[in-house]
């Protein structure tokens, strides 16, 4: 019932996806949240992050950021790490995630999505046929908006691991 709502994998951060694995499985192209899922909120992209895209472009993938943010915001994270990107992308429409597979040149059936949020990223990236990928979110102090999403979150994520654990023990 909730399966829409359901990462295909999740991981405690960006930075340890085993994104060698996922090209040798043939996926070409990834879809990134910016906020809570490479930097932390508001924040510039990182020496960090400017490595994740250098080593995904030694790998072969295509890459692109994609966010309900303004462009003020997302081009200079986007240009930093000279990746495409799509702002104002309208989450949980898929059509952002459409036109970040668009300029990546990329299927749903090829593309990895990364985000920290189930409604809006998640849920987005089923929507578009993308495989999901849940990442804890970077700590930062959320306002009461996000305190809520992240509590309405929880049912969520504990159901979705029950039913990974359930599937592990068989």
Known sequence: MFQQFYPREEYDSTYEIPFEMYYQKGYRGVLFDVDNTLVEHDQPATARAVELFEHLRELGFQTCVISN???????????????????????????????????????????????????????????????????????????????????MEKPF??????????????
């Open 69 to 151: 943010n303004k462009d003020y915001r997302v081009k200079p994270f986007a240009d930093t790490v000279k990746t495409p990107y799509v702002f104002k992308a309208g989450k949980p429409s898929p059509r952002g995630y459409q036109e970040g597979m668009k300029r990546m040149q990329t299927t749903p059936e090829t593309t990895l999505f990364v985000g920290d949020q189930i409604f809006t990223d998640v849920f987005c990236a089923r929507r578009a046929g993308a495989f999901a990928i849940l990442v804890t979110p970077l700590p930062y102090k959320e306002n009461l908006f996000f305190k809520f999403k992240r509590l």
């Open 157 to 170: 994520i504990r159901a979705y691991r029950k039913k990974e654990h359930s599937k592990n023990e068989s």
